[in-house]
């Protein structure tokens, strides 16, 4: 019983967690499009580039003004649907949360452009861009569209994505240059390349640490870190040049993102330790990585 109520109040805190999230980077995104993204006349890229770049053209071609919301929420009903079968029921349900939140925020919140310089907008709303996607997927959800398949992608091949899903972007805005001009689908590429390189920098849970951990305690700290992590580890023994002490090096990969709590845990047990840690480019062969739910 005490199990199950403590599983609960973790679940709680999690799903508390995920809406700050969601609501954090729906205001952020939106403030982004109506204060830099439209001063510029940019094309963000995604299905958020793609809802403004075919809301312009019907206002522009068609005459006719369509509500970003219905654009956006329209787009996004097909990679949802896919979302809910390849990625998960938790994460899309969030995702979708914060695509109908972003969506109505847009044609809501009374936000005025704060700089009409083509070059400050491309670099600072891709900076905020990035940083609400990163809020997002911290929350275990994402901003709809072109995400669904970064994450897709990123859960299949074990490695980050975003700079693939920044290639279909490219092709997106190069769409729109045809459309409405070269200059700005540029200024647009540097905004979809500095949100991407935020995201690539700031969002760990894709990228992969290989710790090297000499110690005299390996037994102890192996069973530890196997318990902790559910990653394997790898024993092998050795001497201590210096000292001429027996001593072991512990081999083991995580993500980015368990680093400093590994640390920790193995400083705890070990004072003496010695920790080696290791960017890791690509890894092949099993490696466990904690579900989005």
Known sequence: MVYAKTKDKEEWKKHVTSMCCVLIA??????????????????????TGLSLLLQRSALEFLGVSLPYSFINIALNAVPAFIGFKMIGKKFTSYSVIMIILNSFLVDLIPVAPITY????????????????????????????????????????????????????????????????????????????????????RFHQRDQRVTLFIVTSKAQLLEQELMSYTHHGVTRLEGQGCYLKENKALLYTVVGADEVRDVVHLVKALDSKVFINTVKSEGITGRFYQEPLE
């Open 26 to 47: 729906s205001l952020i995104m939106s403030v982004n499009i109506k204060s830099f993204v439209r001063a510029g006349n940019l094309i963000p890229g995604g299905f």
């Open 117 to 200: 310089d083509p070059l400050l907008v491309s670099v600072f709303g891709g900076i905020l861009n990035g940083i609400a996607i990163v809020i997002a997927l911290y929350g275990k959800a994402s901003s709809g569209g072109t995400d669904f398949i970064a994450v897709y992608l990123s859960n299949k091949l074990k490695k980050p994505s975003w700079n693939f899903v920044f290639g279909i972007n490219v092709v997106i805005l190069m769409a729109a240059g045809l459309l409405f001009g070269f200059e700005e689908a540029m200024y647009s590429i540097i905004f979809q390349f500095v949100s991407t390189q935020i995201i690539e």
